[in-house]
């Protein structure tokens, strides 16, 4: 082990890219994220595990970036917000939330279309209950969740 | 922002090479599986070890297997979202899966382990602050003080035991494997925990929770109520974990075990035995409820009131018994 603290090298893909970082191995992912890969579409609210403004999905899985070691997940696959659409075509998420006015601020979106899309991959026609499950750890502090939840329902029977 | 301290991370690729480093820098180390606990403990300055040690990169640490004698072995850094998928663990144990489900939210769950859930620091209103938050009101006795906040008088720590799985766990009778410098040793869940919410584990900090093993579940039947302010993300105010064992519409044994109430969940399985060869209703639920209580020490150190939460314990180990006993 070489100074306490001292930068390692990561391997890390990130929406399909693959990067060698040299990073503070107490740099968090959310931190890796935004400050190294500059990719600031992953929000940090609280920091603590409270808010889901953070979520990314690591191989898939929603996950709490701002409580990830980068080096925990070393060789899995992240996606961030900015890795969903296709080029400028809107993931069917995204164009759903932007039809049903699902944000005011934007600033819980990103988890918030992340967590949706992991459900949807998995589970095309959720039901309510399941929905709010899957969302019961992203807050929203301006829209509501109708518009939300409505959004998600919608963006699965276009993802079907 | 709320940033990490300093420390080196480690990622040993097998227990013995774990608890090796581990009881090499003693305390200057700390393990992590999941870190929804550790992390933010470290950004508040409650922890501050300066080697991390991963959990995560350990294979033996991994899967759900079935053991010989009908029961299960689940391994220490099993995600709580792996216990809640699986079809098995809930046919055999509904209360246990129900308390994982129960932890925090999905994305948490996702990282989150069953053995960091059995480790999970006690938790208290004056303690679970940011470092500069604690500074300004002085420390507590349970980090960088020398008296409790919440119970001048008390010559302990009063922090409150917070993990939802422990109480179910210890509601099957189930045990866990620890390995440290010294080998391994299987010891009850139950008597893992102390009470005192500073020094809250009996199990030594080089030692290393490799598995939970859940005995057969027999007749058993279980069920977990859990008290909180909001639906998801909050940790238990009140959580209660029952076992109960029918023959018709009779009790023919009972357990009870409550948490949050005190600084470890409690086995008050003892008031229970009103119940057995009767059949349940109100007023025996009522009488087994206010006994099973009585050990129940809430303080003002958590969300609403103690009174209240108090209150609620009763309420709860009612509603806990009855589901256990609608159990499929
Ligand atoms: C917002 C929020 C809400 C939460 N709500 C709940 C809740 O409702 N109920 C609940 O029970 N918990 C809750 N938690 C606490 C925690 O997230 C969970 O208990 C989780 O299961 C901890 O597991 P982990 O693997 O992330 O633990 P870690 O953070 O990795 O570890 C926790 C502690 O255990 C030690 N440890 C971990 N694994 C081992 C091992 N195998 N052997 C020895 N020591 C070990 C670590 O050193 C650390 O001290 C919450 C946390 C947050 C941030
Ligand atoms: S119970 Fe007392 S000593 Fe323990 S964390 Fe709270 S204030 Fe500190
Ligand atoms: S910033 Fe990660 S949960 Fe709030
Ligand atoms: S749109 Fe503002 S927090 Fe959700």
Redesign the pocket.
Known sequence: MGNIGSREILRLSVNGRQHELLVKPYATLLEVLREDLRLTGTKHGCE???CGACVVLVDGTPQLSC?VLPGQIEGSEVTTIEGVSNGSELHPVQQAFMDHGALQCGYCTPGMVLSSKALLDSNPSPTRDEINEALSGNLCRCTGYVSIIEAVEDAGRAMA | MLRLPRFSYLRPGSVAEAAQVLSEYGSRA???????????KMKRGQ?EPEVVIG?GHINE?RGIRATEDGGFEIG??VT?SEVVASPELRAAYPGYVHAAA???TPA?RN???????L???TRCNYYDESYEWRKALGFCMKKDGNICRVAPASATCRAIA????APAAISMGATVVLVGPNGQREVPVESLYQDDGQFYMTKAPD????SLRMPSPGHWKSSYVKV?NRGS????LVGVAAAIQMKGSLVEACRIVITAVGPQPLDVSQAAGALVGKEIDDTLLEEVATEAAKPARPLDNADLSYVWRKRMTRRAIEQAIREAAEVG
């Not at chain 2, 700390?30 to 933010?40: E, I, Q, S």
């Not at chain 2, 989150?112 to 859930?117: D, E, K, L, M, S």
């Not at chain 2, 917070?162 to 799985?165: C, E, F, L, R, Y």
């Not at chain 2, 030692?207 to 490799?210: A, D, G, M, N």
């Open positions: 603590a595990g409270e409580l | 700390r393990v992590v599986a999941g870190g929804t606990d550790l992390l933010p922890m959990l640490l220490a850094c709580l129960l932890v925090s948490l990282s989150g382990t069953i053995g960091g859930n480790c999970v620091d917070s993990s939802d799985t030692e290393i929770l490799t909180r993300i909050d940790f238990p």
